[in-house]
């Protein structure tokens, strides 16, 4: 398969680093897969988590919140040996059954309910819960901040029995008492809603009282009751010194509001102080009451609370209209809300939850609003895809949360824990040897779908006239906010300028050099006119603007442009299951392999190369440093998004892993395959048949009675429909009335409609001009519809349409293509298997109908579906309009639903308007 090499072309570079900015997830815990947000509680299924707490290859997780998320299932679970079953990230992922293996975790006991269905909410007792939100687990001990019960419980070791009983109590005198501190009450031994819990090496136990505007320490628990020793955030533990003071709360180093989580790691101490939008860092445990932070992240400085505080926190990013500075919305210096922090003794973790991110600095800020190094669950520090609805289809998706509550580190493997709360699961970040970019997995068949328009010229050519074309980008704004200027490429018109002349005038401004920087100008002369293709990939291009200009106005040239803008520039980067894809990046294999012959089955591991998709070996089809060509897994159809990794084992032997990359799933995105050297891109097109052929369509309603006819050389073929037929078994009875007796053709059905093909009996040039017509009686509701007049356009059946053998109007090509997604009928759908060529009916559709247009107008689609022995290729066979131009860069596109593939382009011949 020749053609498949083009699939191994240039792709782009992206730095190294441990962990990347918008990576994926590697596994997950509590939903399968990723995206499915199923309520319920069981030993797999979680609810809307809350805390999370990792020690001793023992995660403990919370499964209840305080921010409204449902289900609130009031109990936490414990997962016992979880190296059993989240691998090491250089190991191999273990192919387990199932579709996801991935999606991980079965707990091992659950406290607060007496099985792993329960979720029913019971009175205060040593062996419930009420909407416990905060974990901590040091290895020895357990702490739950139970925070509807105002209390923390505490478990000397870790619990092995279902609803195993606490060991102590504090915030509360014994296991049945419920009081709230308020007021006079307000002690060193009251708890108000607590939502942070934290077990230092000492085993000492750190309280964030939320409620109370506090945080606690207790020492190690040893009673019922006990009373902190010391409290920060206010002066005494009788106090509390916001109490009162709404809406002009105290904001200082030493003052908290609503402090929701408290960390350590032996040596600093981090509360996260929620509606002050920052996170307190003391550089040594606090001693003594009231003790003042030493750092704050979120916040410029101790005495500000602003959420998001850019103007004071993130570098300008222009001017208004009045020449005053604007700012992002947010950057990595800011907060809101922020919901946890944890550090692993060099870096920070903060769960930004208002911005639905995970910020990240490589080392703890030692200095006031220092912004973070990267983020986790956005693409970049200054955008929320959630409140900005950037792509608001990736909410729910491998590389996002919505409201981020709780972290835990698992410091031997490397595993950052993400509560994230109302996608209902716990992910699982690990850093990488080498990065991929945010959008490496593309649609093979075509990496980059670039808008595209044009300009036309046509009248009357007369000198000294001015023309000018107007190129620019809507996106582009200047200091005020408006759109800033396209620009000029203009030409004055002489006395010996042809069309062809001014065309290549124009071409040749706007490719000057390094040439326009949104777009590339290519000639098209044979229909007068200019190909403007974007130079910027995907949706960007649509941005682009063009108009034309002339002067003085009396002029009779005429410039028309094809639209205000390019269009058709669609995301490469959503996928479909079982299309071939190509992962782009760099260092991402130590040689280039042979692409494989896709109508032998592929394997899983090339070149020391292994392609993890949801923990499915992907097949290869090929891979290079800068590339590697995979199928996604049929698995992936259930779900949004997928979590892709990349396992390299070095010609040194040594294994290195990719970030994991988000791969957004759709049902189907449409690509034909083609050159990506040239522009515009010829579509890989190649002639279907060696006999002439026509088409004729069997529509409508029909009823008994009515005749359905179709003439060939002026035999008529008639069939009288009957009271229960379907179109179906019209179209059938009249392939079988011409195959019958027809001397010059034969018939067939193709097509997702009711459609007959005529095909000439002798190949070549003989069969075309068989004169063909279809009709019904008058009163008939039975349509027939002949698309051609007669038999045309035989060629070299599989011959590629070229300038030298170009497609006819009328003719039916066909074109590869990627992407189209599942197919049917199901024994069509059963053989659709990862890596095999496809070996069902030679009759299969898409599930979702396909739609063509060739040089602006439609062309038929005949038929659609995988090709009989081919790994993941797909054909469409295209019936020309009979009244297309000449034109050696027809474009064309094929589209399912609101999906449109790129536009590639094929050379037309009418021998009629040459003539």
């Not at 990267?374 to 409201?403: W, Y």
Request: aromatic letters at 6%; hydrophobic letters at 40%.
């Amino acid at each position: 398969m020749k053609w498949t090499v083009l699939l191994l072309a240039a792709s782009a570079l992206s730095q190294a680093q441990q962990f990347s900015t918008g990576q994926a997830a590697r596994l997950v815990i509590g939903q399968s897969p990723y995206t499915a947000q199923d309520p319920g509680a069981s030993d797999k299924l979680l609810g809307s988590v809350g805390g999370a707490a990792f020690a001793n290859d023992t995660l403990v997780v919370a499964d209840s919140n305080g921010i409204g998320g449902t289900p609130i299932n009031h109990r936490v679970l414990v997962y016992r040996n979880v190296s059993a079953f989240i691998p090491d990230r250089k190991a191999p992922i273990p192919q387990i059954s199932g579709a996801c293996p991935v999606c991980v975790g079965a707990a091992t006991n659950v406290l607060g309910q007496p099985d792993f269905s329960a979720t029913e909410l019971k009175p205060a007792a040593q062996n419930t819960v009420r909407k416990p939100v905060g974990v901590a687990f040091n290895g020895r001990s357990v702490a739950v901040a139970d925070t509807d019960n105002n209390r923390v419980l505490v478990w000397r070791s870790l619990p092995t029995a279902n609803q195993q009983p606490a060991d102590f109590v504090v915030g509360q005198k014994d296991f049945t008492s419920y009081t709230t501190a308020t007021g006079g009450g307000l002690s060193a031994s009251t708890l108000r809603g607590p939502e942070g819990v934290y077990l230092d090496a000492n085993n000492g136990l750190w309280v964030a009282d939320t409620g109370n505007n506090r945080v606690l320490y207790y020492g190690e628990v040893s009673q019922n009751g006990q009373s902190a020793k010391l409290v920060l955030g206010q002066s005494d533990f009788g106090v509390n010194q916001q109490r009162g003071l709404f809406p002009n709360f105290v904001v200082k180093a030493d003052t908290m509001l609503n402090p929701t989580s408290v960390s350590g790691d032996g040596t600093h101490l981090i509360v996260t102080d929620l509606a002050f939008n920052r996170v307190l860092i003391w550089n040594a445990i606090p001693t003594r009451n009231g003790q003042p932070a030493d750092v704050v992240a979120g916040q410029a400085e101790m005495t500000n609370s602003t959420p998001n505080d850019s103007s004071k926190l993130c570098a300008s990013n222009g001017t208004d209209k009045d020449g005053k500075a604007t700012y992002p919305a947010r950057c990595g210096a800011t907060m809101e809300l922020p919901r946890a922090a944890i550090s692993d003794g060099r870096r920070l973790f903060v769960a930004d939850g208002g911005n639905d991110r995970v910020l990240v600095w490589n080392e703890i800020p030692r200095a006031n609003g220092v912004p973070a190094d990267f983020v986790l669950g956005q693409p970049s520090l200054e955008l929320n895809q959630a409140s900005d609805s950037a792509e608001p289809e990736r909410i729910s998706s491998t590389d996002s949360f919505r409201t981020p509550v709780s972290l835990a580190w698992d410091a031997v493997n490397q595993n950052l824990y993400v509560a994230d709360t109302y996608n209902r699961r716990v992910l699982v970040y690990t850093p990488g040897d080498f990065p991929l970019p945010m959008t490496a997995v593309r649609n093979a068949a075509s990496p980059e779908v670039y808008a595209g328009g044009s300009v036309s010229f046509s009248g009357t050519i007369e000198e000294k006239y001015d023309l000018s074309i107007k190129i620019g980008n809507n996106s582009v704004k200047k200091a005020d906010g408006t759109v800033a200027d396209p620009k000029e490429y203009k030409i004055t018109t002489v006395k010996a300028d042809t069309f062809d002349t001014i065309i290549d005038k124009f071409a040749a401004l706007i490719n000057e050099g390094a040439g326009d920087p949104y777009v590339l100008a290519i000639p098209n002369k044979v229909i007068q006119s200019i190909r403007l293709t974007s130079r910027l990939g995907g949706l960007p291009g649509n941005e682009i603007s063009m108009a034309t200009a002339i002067s003085p106005d009396t002029a009779k040239v005429v410039l028309t442009v094809s639209g205000a803008t390019l269009t058709g520039g669609q995301n490469a980067s959503r996928i479909a299951p079982y299309a071939i894809v190509t992962v782009l990046g760099d260092n991402l294999a130590d040689e280039t392999t042979p692409v494989q012959d896709l109508s032998k089955p592929l394997p899983t591991e090339l070149g020391g190369v292994e392609f993890y998709v949801d923990g499915i070996k992907a097949p290869l089809v090929g891979v290079s440093p800068s590339r590697v060509l995979a199928q996604i897994p049929i698995e992936a159809t259930d779900r949004s998004s997928s979590s892709g990794i990349l396992r390299v084992r070095r010609k040194s032997g040594a294994i290195t892993v990719s970030t994991p990359v988000a791969i957004p799933i759709i049902a189907q995105n449409p690509a034909v395959y083609n050159d990506p050297g040239l522009q515009p891109s010829p579509g890989l097109a190649y002639h279907s048949s060696s006999q002439a052929m026509a088409t004729v369509s069997v529509d409508g309603a029909p009823k008994g009675g009515d005749v359905a006819t179709i003439s060939i050389r002026g035999r008529e073929y008639s069939y009288t429909v009957q009271t229960i037929d379907t179109l179906a078994i019209v179209r059938d009875r009249l392939i079988a009335l011409i195959n019958a007796s027809d001397p010059e053709v034969e018939a067939y059905s193709a097509g997702p409609f009711q459609r007959i093909r005529l095909r000439a009996l002798v190949p070549g040039p003989e069969g075309n001009g068989i004169p063909i017509s279809a009709k019904a009686n008058t009163d008939a509701q039975v349509i027939m519809s002949a698309f051609n007049s007669a038999l045309c356009c035989a060629n070299e059946a599989g011959a590629p349409v070229t300038e030298a053998n170009p497609a006819t109007p009328g003719e039916t090509i066909v074109v590869l293509a990627g992407g189209l997604g599942l197919v049917g009928p199901d024994e069509a759908r059963e053989a659709m298997k990862n890596g095999q060529p496809y070996s069902g009916p030679m009759i299969n559709d898409p599930t979702e109908f396909v739609a063509a247009l060739a040089g602006g107008k439609t062309a038929n689609v005949l038929f659609a579906g995988l090709r009989r022995g081919l790994v993941g290729v797909y054909e469409v066979h295209l019936e020309l309009n009979p009244d297309l131009p000449t034109n050696p860069k027809t474009e064309a596109t094929i589209a399912q639903s609101f999906q449109v593939s790129n536009i590639f382009t094929f050379p037309v011949l009418n021998t009629k308007s040459v003539d």
